[in-house]
């Protein structure tokens, strides 16, 4: 052998050696990192001391979401320290029906607490916190009736409410006026209104009624430890998704009008009528509009002034708001309400007509329909004996 084969032969001895204690020292920290992973899954899922005993620490509000399994319940119980392991609340869970009665939503437990209490406390609906419910035509104000005094929980009323949540003997709850302050100074963004709606709410600047109509009725899950902002934004971005899915968005287009148009017309619609006269109201309104009526809607008066009234007052109807039909216009300044899917539907799909008038004249809801103004006349005078027209004042 050479000399030059000689001292190549001895680097690559020395270039096997550095890559067996490269190797070698991969292979090592693999092997720490895979103990390590392991045995904090392991710890996860089973731990050292499998579950807790007792009543628990302190109150806590978890969120169990949409698809989540019973392991993902687990490890979010987990997460926030309400159970030691992820494996003893899936070996509590196993057996009990109960468990697949869960809902998406928010639900008060509390922090170490043995699985099985933790499963009971899901199961019970007492411990649901968060759940908004917003029925079809409120709007976000408390509405009083002239004739009863009876007041109507507005949207703002109902979410507060919503939020309230008992921790620990300390009741937390969002405030109706901490909400009407944010609806009323945080930018279009930061509410998450939707594009087609952004004009309308500028327009109005700071009055809070600028999201009139952008949280949509139904079921909701509200974080009761969320900001005001947060609320309200979550609402309002779910809304727009639900209005889309509902097809106004491709609907409003069809007809040559916006989205908000849309939604501001299935406002008036539900306020004004009935759910069988719903398709024929709304064709009196764009028939109205067609012709460069003002509509007159006695509920574009009321709402402004947060009340329910049938037979408005001759002063109420005179004032300039950016509401009035009697004075203004056109549409409305925002929705009236929050309509429901039907009265959407109608605003959508008109009832074929040539209507420019119509008029309640029974308690049972009967509703008259007409072009003719003379005819119009006579049926408010059915009305008025009838006593439906009668004032409360």
Same mark, same amino acid.
């Given at each position: 052998?050479?000399?030059?084969?000689?001292?190549?032969?001895?680097?690559?001895?020395?270039?096997?050696?550095?890559?067996?204690?490269?190797?070698?020292?991969?292979?090592?920290?693999?092997?720490?990192?895979?103990?390590?992973?392991?045995?904090?899954?392991?710890?996860?899922?089973?731990?050292?001391?499998?579950?807790?005993?007792?009543?628990?620490?302190?109150?806590?509000?978890?969120?169990?979401?949409?698809?989540?399994?019973?392991?993902?319940?687990?490890?979010?119980?987990?997460?926030?320290?309400?159970?030691?392991?992820?494996?003893?609340?899936?070996?509590?869970?196993?057996?009990?029906?109960?468990?697949?009665?869960?809902?998406?939503?928010?639900?008060?437990?509390?922090?170490?607490?043995? %699985?099985?209490? +933790? !499963?009971?406390? $899901?199961?019970?609906? =007492?411990? @649901?916190?968060?759940? &908004?419910?917003? *029925?079809?035509?409120?709007?976000?104000?408390?509405?009083?009736?002239?004739?009863?005094?009876?007041?109507?929980?507005?949207?703002?009323?109902?979410?507060?409410?919503?939020?309230?949540?008992?921790?620990?003997?300390?009741?937390?709850?969002?405030?109706?006026?901490?909400?009407?302050?944010?609806?009323?100074?945080?930018?279009?963004?930061?509410?998450?209104?939707?594009?087609? %709606?952004?004009? +309308? !709410?500028?327009? $109005?600047?700071?009055? =809070?009624? @600028?999201?009139?109509? &952008?949280?949509? *009725?139904?079921?909701?899950?509200?974080?009761?430890?969320?900001?005001?902002?947060?609320?309200?934004?979550?609402?309002?971005?779910?809304?727009?998704?639900?209005?889309?899915?509902?097809?106004?968005?491709?609907?409003?287009?069809?007809?040559?009008?916006?989205?908000?148009?849309?939604?501001?017309?299935?406002?008036?619609?539900?306020?004004?009528?009935?759910?069988?006269?719903? %398709?024929?109201? +709304?064709?009196?309104?764009?028939?109205?509009?067609?012709?460069?009526?003002?509509?007159?809607?006695?509920?574009?008066?009321?709402?402004?002034?947060?009340?329910?009234?049938?037979?408005?007052?001759?002063?109420?109807?005179?004032?300039?708001?950016?509401?009035?039909?009697?004075?203004?216009?056109?549409?409305?300044?925002?929705?009236?309400?929050?309509?429901?899917?039907?009265?959407?539907?109608?605003?959508?799909?008109?009832?074929?007509?040539?209507?420019?008038?119509?008029?309640?004249?029974?308690?049972?809801?009967?509703?008259?329909?007409?072009?003719?103004?003379?005819?119009?006349?006579?049926?408010?005078?059915?009305?008025?004996?009838?006593?439906?027209?009668?004032?409360?004042?």
């Amino acid at each position: 052998m050479t000399r030059a084969q000689r001292i190549r032969e001895a680097r690559n001895r020395r270039r096997r050696r550095i890559v067996g204690v490269l190797t070698l020292a991969t292979l090592i920290v693999i092997a720490v990192a895979a103990v390590f992973l392991g045995s904090k899954l392991w710890h996860t899922m089973f731990g050292t001391a499998n579950d807790y005993a007792g009543e628990g620490v302190n109150d806590v509000v978890i969120q169990v979401h949409d698809g989540d399994s019973t392991t993902a319940i687990g490890q979010t119980l987990h997460e926030h320290r309400v159970v030691a392991t992820v494996g003893a609340f899936v070996s509590a869970a196993e057996g009990n029906p109960a468990i697949s009665s869960i809902q998406p939503g928010f639900y008060k437990v509390r922090t170490e607490i043995p %699985a099985s209490n +933790a !499963v009971e406390r $899901l199961t019970d609906p =007492h411990n @649901r916190v968060g759940k &908004l419910v917003i *029925p079809e035509g409120r709007q976000l104000d408390d509405v009083r009736d002239v004739k009863t005094n009876a007041v109507t929980d507005g949207i703002l009323s109902l979410i507060s409410r919503a939020t309230c949540v008992d921790l620990d003997g300390e009741q937390h709850c969002v405030s109706a006026e901490d909400l009407k302050d944010t609806a009323s100074t945080a930018t279009p963004a930061a509410l998450a209104v939707p594009d087609w %709606a952004r004009d +309308a !709410v500028t327009a $109005l600047g700071q009055d =809070h009624r @600028r999201l009139e109509g &952008l949280i949509a *009725p139904g079921m909701w899950n509200i974080d009761p430890s969320a900001s005001p902002g947060q609320i309200l934004s979550t609402l309002i971005s779910a809304s727009a998704t639900q209005y889309a899915k509902g097809g106004l968005l491709e609907t409003a287009q069809a007809m040559n009008l916006s989205p908000y148009q849309v939604l501001t017309v299935g406002s008036l619609v539900q306020r004004e009528a009935t759910p069988e006269d719903f %398709a024929k109201v +709304a064709r009196v309104i764009y028939n109205r509009l067609a012709e460069n009526r003002t509509l007159e809607f006695d509920s574009t008066v009321n709402y402004p002034l947060d009340r329910i009234e049938v037979a408005t007052t001759d002063a109420d109807r005179a004032q300039l708001t950016d509401w009035n039909t009697y004075v203004r216009p056109g549409l409305p300044a925002t929705p009236i309400c929050s309509p429901g899917q039907p009265a959407l539907t109608a605003a959508e799909k008109p009832e074929p007509g040539d209507w420019l008038y119509f008029v309640t004249i029974d308690m049972q809801g009967t509703t008259l329909f007409t072009r003719d103004y003379e005819q119009h006349l006579a049926n408010i005078q059915l009305a008025m004996g009838n006593g439906v027209l009668d004032s409360a004042r």
